[in-house]
């Protein structure tokens, strides 16, 4: 069985040369985690990363930059590495079109050019999508600004993936720290601030009217719904007064996909299917943060307890048919 994993990352020198050459109050503590073997791991897109796909029974990854993308810089140079970004995953496709595909990285510091590099990156390129992370220096995501980006994704018809970025320092001063420097930033990252950060980027969307304005529009959130797919009897008592055109747990269900981002855990597959549907899971291992050798992914697909056709749609029809090219 085909095992397609969308929520794979990567990283260039040039991306993390603009990323060193920011003012410090500017910077993204969470670079620091991409150092040593990850770093390796992330740089590499040819032989040792398909080796271990292969050690890991995945059949082909869906390439995106890792957090933060390009979201901290400025307009002009956030232009200039998107399309260089973009090429290169579609080189990387072109020498390996039975082991990658990709998602577009945006200039979102620069959203009209974000949303013409989405159509290039689609239509001239052949990527899936584009992956975000979330918000853009200060603005979140639901910003009016932003909307260009998401008409152009409802039109094109291919989904946006939220990925994590960590929280506002201001945000992270009040909640995740405290601590020794290890543990507040493991709290602000993969502990649970960027978790908390994308789901709530995904609700801001919702209760901005975004998918009233651009109904078809389909978002991905990793992670098994990055916390609020546990949260939605809470989450349903906004309808009283968020006004929208629909209860909130109706987005979720025809406006959301749900992927496992290495988290292979049996419940929190039930639970995501229990409000989104076995038609809105996808896989995914979240490579390289989530690596684990031993055949784990595919291990995971063969054992979690899902029906033969489920399984089918977990480990790539969902996706192929989110993907499908419009008749």
Known sequence: MQLIAIEEHFLTPEVQSAWAALPPDAQDPGQALHSGEMKAQLEDLEVRRIALMDESGVDVQVLSLTTPALHPLESAQSILLARETN???????????????????LPTP????????????????????????????????DHPDFWPIFEAAASLRVPLFIHPQIPQQAVRSVYYSGFSPEIDLSFATFGLGWHYEAGIQFLRLTLAGVFDRFPELQI???????VVLFYTERLNALNRVSKLQRPILDYMRRNLYVTASGMFTQSYLDRAVEIVGFERILFSTDYPYQYRPGRRARTFLEEVALTNEQRTAFAHRNWERLTAPPA
């Open 110 to 141: 620069s959203p009209q050019q974000a949303a013409a590099e989405l159509h290039r990156a689609v239509r001239e390129l052949g990527l899936k999508g584009a992956l975000l992370c979330g918000r853009t220096r200060d603005k979140n995501l």
């Open 87 to 105: 090429n290169l995953i579609a080189a990387t496709v072109a020498r390996h079109p039975h082991r990658f595909q990709g998602f577009a990285t």
């Open 220 to 226: 991905i959130l990793g992670h098994w719904g990055e």
